[in-house]
């Protein structure tokens, strides 16, 4: 079984145990989350295509933890003593994915 869900402004296609990033998430480790917007969902061959989301389905999901990884940026010119860094760094919640509930039709 999996499930297309959204979070934010992108799609993920997730199954139980799954481990995925979100964007930043203001929550302590261990919380459960809920993500009630599923696009698609795919149970045992038979697969719902919401319009524009499922009604009734969503994917129960545990944080484990905040990252961040930096990212460096460097400008450099030949010969000319120019050099530029930047750095930046973007956080994201660590989510594992629980369980999928299934409407009940």
Known sequence: MYAVVVDGNKQFVVKAGDVVELDLRHLEPESKLELDRVLLL???GKVT?????VAGAKVLATLLEITSEKTRIMKYRRRKNYIRRKGHRQYFSKVRIDEIVVPVA
Do not use: C
């Not at 295509?49 to 989301?53: A, E, K, L, R, T």
């Open 49 to 53: 295509i919401g319009q524009p989301v």
């Open 42 to 44: 795919s149970n045992d």
